[in-house]
């Protein structure tokens, strides 16, 4: 049984929350091409996801990092820290987005609501 909706009554529109849900369609649509072109999700997983290798420098660089068999990642010398807030816009697939969109439509109002527009903003981008 999965929720899609809850019964916590809130007193804000969701205006954040439904603004991320549509950023997070619209990436996973116009940027990773919605996941039926291969070599595009994986040029956008490793060009924009997180290496934390990459970011902590604890990865050669040069060196790979495996997705998928036979899908590789290269480590760059100088690390993307841009790649901390992309990452939070990316999908693996229809099943990944589908399941985090629901969640964040059903729990995210309500931290909303209680924290309010700007706040909550910032609590996801620091939990991301």
């Known amino acids: 049984m999965f929720p899609y909706k809850d019964e ?3 007193e804000r529109p969701s205006i954040v929350t439904v603004g991320l849900i549509v950023a997070n369609v619209l990436v996973w ?4 091409g919605g996941g039926f072109a291969h070599e595009t999700l994986a ?7 997180l290496v934390p290798g990459e ?3 604890t990865a050669k660089p ?11 990642c290269l480590v760059d010398a100088v690390p993307h820290y841009s790649t901390v ?3 939070m816009f990316l999908h693996g697939g229809w099943f990944h987005l ?31």
């Open 29 to 32: 649509l116009l940027v990773q």
């Open 62 to 72: 040069g060196s790979g990092v495996e997705l998928a068999p036979g899908v590789l």
């Open 43 to 49: 040029r956008t997983v490793c060009d924009l996801g």
């Open 98 to 128: 589908i399941g985090n969109m629901l969640f964040l439509w059903v729990f995210g109002n309500n931290i909303e609501d209680a924290m309010g527009h700007v706040k909550f903003v910032i609590f996801y981008l620091l939990c991301g």
């Open 8 to 10: 916590n009554p809130t």
């Open 55 to 57: 970011i902590l420098r």
């Open 85 to 87: 807030i992309t990452s």
